[in-house]
Structure formats: C-alpha cells, structure tokens
C-alpha cells in the first residue's frame, strides 16, 4: 500500500507507513468503515473524509513557522547558506507509539499526533528554534541553526523541558473529553553541521560534521520514558542553568571511545554567566579600579538624593557583569536596596521580562508560591509602601499573570492598562527610595523588550530627584533612549593590560609564567578580553598543555558565532571576506575581491558594532579586526571551497598586475600557495620568475634584431615613447 504523504511502498497488512508514521487508512467519522487515505468520501456510506495532508502541504516548515521567524530566515539566506554552524540537535518521540496506535486507531492516531506536533512547534518557537524534520511519532529540531545563538544547547532543553511540563499539565486528547496521557524521550547533542540550501517554504539541507545528528539520535534512544538526556558537549554549556545528573559513559555504536551522558532533572539556580560555579571558582578582579571608583561616586550622589543613570557597554566577555558584582559586593554594609533584573535572549517577545524580575524581587515571590500567597505578598508589598492596594492590586496580579476573581480591569482597554501599570511601578520605586536608596538593576539590555524599554524611559525621567540609580549593562551597537539625560553617564570597558590578563589566565593555569609559550598564546589569542582569557585557559588545561592546535572553545565560538550572524546580510558577509585576508587588510586589497557592490557603507557598520577599526598606514587605508577571536570564527564559518576561492581573489590580482609590469627579470616573487599534503590552510613560500618577454611586431613576428633569449631590444626594435619613464619598455608596460 502507498502512502499518501510520502509515496512510500508499505506490506498491505499495515496500518501506519513505516517511512514518516502516517496512518494508511482512514475511518469515516459516520460508518467507521476503513478508507484508503487518497478517497474523499467514504466507500461504504458517502459521507465525507478528511484527508491526510500529502507531502509538501501541512507538513513543510513554511506552514508551520511563524512569520516574524520565516522573515528573518529568508531575508539572511543568501548569508546563511553554505556556512558552517555551531547547533544544537534535539531528538524527541512518543514511548510505545505501537501499542498506543493499537488502541487508539488510525484516525485516532493521527489526531493525537497532530495535537502532539501543534504543541511542540509551539515550544520550539518560544526558544527560536526550527523543527526541520517530522519522523513518524517524533521530530528533530535545531537550535542555532538557521539563525544562531550564543545558548543553542539551553535554548534546546528548555524546549524540550516545555514540552514535557505542557503535556504532564494538560494531556493531550485523541477525541474530546478524552486525554491521553504520553510519556515522551528526549537526546540533545551538540555540534557543527553545514547548513545548506534553504528553499522558500524553508526546507533547509544540512549536512552534520562528525556525528552530531547520529549522537543525538542515539540518545533518545537511551532515555527513559520521559527522561532528557544530554551529552557531556551539551552539559558543558548548560550546567548550572539546568540540574544535571550524571548518568556514567555509554558505548555509542561508530564511537572509538565511551560518551559522557547526563539526565536533565529540572531548571537550576543560575541566571548570569557567574552564577552557580561553584566547581570554577571566580579569577581574579582586576584593572577596573577606576570603573570601581566611578560608580562608588554616582552612589554617593544618589544617597545623597541625586539620582543618576549609569550605562556599562561593553563587548561580549569583557567584564560587565564581574564589574556590577564587585560592585554590589561593596554596598553590603550600607542602607541600599537592590533590585535586578535581567534581559534574556529568546525574551524579547515577552512583555515586562525584566521589569517582572524586579516586581517579584520586591515582593518577595518565589516560584512555588500558589495563587493565594501571590495576592497575600503583593497587598503587604503595597500596604507597607503606602500605595492603595485596592487600585495598585489587580495591575500587579495582571502583570505577575495572576487571574483577579473580581476581574477589576474588565472594562479598560490595553493603552490604560500599560499606562497605569507604569504609573504603579514608578510610585513603588520612588515610595521605596524615600526608605532607603534604590539601585534598579538590568543586565543585557540589547535583549531588551520593547514594553520594558518604554517603561525604563519613563522610569528615568523621574530619577532626578529622588534616590534612585538605574544601571543596566549593554553591548556595542546598543544605546538607551535615556543616556541623553544631564544626569546619565555611560561607563565603557576597555581591554585589560597584559599584566592584569596575565593575572588572570594564572588563576586558571597556576603554572604557566610571563615567558611560558602557552601564555602567550593564550594573551594574543584573547587580547585582554577576561572571559576568553579564562575559556582559552581552561581549554589549554583540558589539553594537558597542548596549545599548538589551540581550537576556538565551543563558549567563545557561540558567543561570536551569534554576534556576527546579527548583522545585515551585506555587512556579514563583508565581514567573512575580509577574515581570509588575515587580521589587518588594506581597503584596495578588500575591494579586489568584493563582488557585492561599493564596501564604504558596510565598512562603517562594522566599525560602528566594533568588529574592525581603521588604521592610517602611510596613503594607504587598512582596516583591523578587534580580535584575533573575531577573525577566526568569521572564517571558520566559511566551508572550504568558498574559503579556497577567497584565497586565490587576492593571489591571482597580485600576479596579474606584477608578472604583466616590466620589472626586471631577475627579481623574483614570493608567492602563498597551498600545500595540499598538509591541509589546505599549511602555506608554503616559492620563489617564480617570470617568463621572460620579447618584443613582438604587430604580426606577432619577432622584430628584427631580436633573438629569443636577448634581453633588450635591437636597436631595429620598437623605440621607447618619449613619455615613457621606464627603462625596460614592453609590451604590457605600466609606465607607459
């Protein structure tokens, strides 16, 4: 029997496909009769049949994305396509799907599924993720690839967390009133596949680099009913944001060597990149004495009821949050409160991300508070701030997503709603203040949404006279509406000096001194960036000393896999040249091998987000990537054809315009080519002379007086033009 989705030949005694899971018969909703699945109406009876869905219709990504994620996949294809990607894999099905298709049958089957797969894309797409493939009574998603995150592997657990809590708290049902329970099992690995052509119902072909898809395959296999299981490459990047329990090595078949696997018990504790570390313990705090001090001042001014607003941007890894941490260490023994907040980056949909962390921080809401405790907390936080409870109640109840039994905002529409609800939060804070100061904490403001901007706008246009500080922390490329205040100052964290990253890389490598090769590595590599210096020393450490081959740390390569992939298509692109041209480059040497259009305006927006700077080389114009760091996952990004070709732009320009000169032909070149015994990218230097030249006649005949091997002309040849400067004319002369 074939099926009708995916055209596959099945024995006729089946009753599902065994290539994609579709039921192979359909039972009319009025006789119960079975109907092959390409009839319209029922055989037996007439009435009509619901179709399953062919192939390319219900089931293509384009049906099931949603618009503001197909938009921005399709608008960066061009970029996207053929690069080379950190992601991770999440593998998921339904435990004895078989039985339960027994007992359910076909139609019921088949509903149950689609609720099932409805459910998923829901969870899937809260974390930016794309399900590329349905498989059956399960499906394989990715997270980072098409569009990349710095927390692919936390983004895909969460999902997979979602789901697994969505299902528990209402089960699905085959028919109504009647639930299901099922039991799902999950693998998650981590990895790089090369993300291929992307069509425009967003199909996308990859290609997976080692066995990224065929490990996290494998583990779902492993799983329990209803068990998450992780790799140990997956746990290094989510430990601490969620609770893991090891689960001890496991033979995978094609692996030489035992994998690491771990099962996902829950969320965990930590909320920022210095939480929850208690096996790496914090290096050393050093060279931000003078950011230290600053912000010790503007405190001083806000005790002393001036308020202030303070801006920390920095580039990723570069000490914003160790600085607000050293920061908030100092003010234990003073009469301040400090609320903090922080911006996630898959919350940017959702509505008062970080302003809800202050709200629940300052009534003092946990996660295991029922409904009844939320009320209770939130009328004693608004009794003791002598706000009126009865108005200020149900904002908070339907901020905190708390059902009002009076249903008090009934007859309001969402305008007066936020209106008000602003109003309340900015009364909390200055009644609060009059108390003891306040310090309003937000962390990754460039994630920020966009109600929770507006409301920090209107926060700051009432800091002047009251004691309260705003500070929030940002990366280059972002800049808050209110830093245009009289009473705003933006603190920007430069790289650390040699000395403090040396410091720095011995908390981790207690070992390695000044002089070590490794240190040196480590300190070029890293360039005074304080969460590279530590991630590139560990990765040393892990390797037992072996930094030769020191590879880009899987942390340090999301974080700037994820900023490059936020740039325009255009711009990310010129940036991706420009890394095969090496850490400096000149704008002529750029624009030789550019074939997308003018680079002035792109150049700009690449400086303006600090990837690059200019630098004045004599009369001639070069540019410099920041970090070494940035220049290398930029190219690893490139697959090695296109970056072969890249290579061979520049070299072929330079040969062309030196071999066709009239240099003299004893001077010889030296030219980069590849060496293909020892990988593409091991260069080695020749020496080529060029072929030496004759002076030919219009004909193509040797003029007379010349002989093959003479170097000069005759003096029957061809005179020189008076305005020629050159003293060895020929055909192809520059100088003339």
Known sequence: MKCARCQHDNPPDQKFCGECGAPLVLSCPSCGAANAPAQKFCGHCGAGLAATPARGEARTPESYTPRHLA????????????????VTVLFCDVVSSTALAERLGAEGMHGLLNRLFETALGEVHRYEGTINQFLGDGFMALFGAPLAHEDHARRAVLAALGLRRTLDERPLEAEPRRPVPIKLRFGVHTGFVVVGAIGDNLRMDYTAIGDTTHLAARLQQLAEPGAIVVSDATARLIRGYLRLEPLGPVEVRGRSAPVEIYRVAGAGARRSPLEGLEERPLSSF????????????????????????VGIVGEPGVGKSRLILEFRRGLAARRITYLEGRCLSFGSAIAYGPVLDIVRSNCGLNEADTPETIVEKVQAALAELGLDHESATPLLLHLLGVKDDADRLAGLSPEAIKARTFDTLRQMSVRGSQRRSLILSIEDLHWIDRTSEEYLASQAESLAGAPIMLLATYRPGYRPAWMEKSYATQISLARLASDDSLTIVRSVLPEVGLADPLATLILNKAEGNPFFLEELARAVGERAGDGASLAVPDTVHGVLTARIDRLAELPRRLLQTASVLGREFSLRLLEAIWDAGPVGVHLQELTRQEFLYERAAGDEVTYVFKHALTQDVAEATILAPRRRELHRRPARRWLRNTLTGCASSRRSWPITTPRRRRGPWRARTRRVRPRRRVARTPIGRRSRGTTKRSRRPSAGSSPRPSGCASTRHGRGCTAC
Do not use: H
């Open 286 to 309: 050093v060279g931000r004495r003078r950011e230290l001090r600053l912000l010790d001042d503007l405190i001083a001014d806000v005790e002393a009821g001036r308020g202030q607003a």
């Open 71 to 86: 938009e921005r996949i399709l608008a960066s294809r061009t970029a996207i396509e053929g690069e080379r990607k950190p």
